[in-house]
Nanobody
Framework: QVQLVESGGGLVQPGGSLRLSCVASGSIFAGNHMGWYRQAPGKQRELVAT???????DYTDSVKGRFTISRDYAENTVVLQMSTLKPEDTAVYYCNFRVWIAGHRLDYWGQGTQVTVSS
């Protein structure tokens, strides 16, 4: 089992910045991915950014150039630095820990943190 604890989020004006952090604990298997997904009201959960244990990153197109994902492997932490925020970034953001064991993909999720971009 993996437990994820998120922090950050809140209300920010358009053009502002926020930082989300997530700490993983428990059975931290190697070869994992950590990242962030978001879900806006009435929409499906979507990938925001993810980073492999090898350092490879992936971003959804709408956040490229504005968001940066990073990891502290020693502390099992993933951080999403969000800049130039737009109202359409408003959503609940979920931390994700993904690992493959014996060919099976396991996903663990944080409780979610609200990000609201509004003037």
């Amino acid at each position: 089992q993996v437990q994820l604890v998120e922090s950050g989020g809140g209300l920010v004006q358009p053009g502002g910045s926020l930082r989300l952090s997530c700490v993983a604990s428990g059975s931290i298997f190697a070869g994992n991915h950590m990242g962030w997904y978001r879900q806006a009201p009435g929409k499906q959960r979507e990938l925001v950014a993810t980073m492999t244990s090898g350092g490879t990153t992936d971003y959804t197109d709408s956040v490229k150039g504005r968001f940066t994902i990073s990891r502290d492997y020693a502390e099992n932490t993933v951080v999403l630095q969000m800049s130039t925020l737009k109202p359409e970034d408003t959503a609940v953001y979920y931390c994700n820990f993904r690992v493959w064991i014996a060919g099976h993909r396991l996903d663990y999720w944080g409780q979610g943190t609200q990000v609201t971009v509004s003037s």
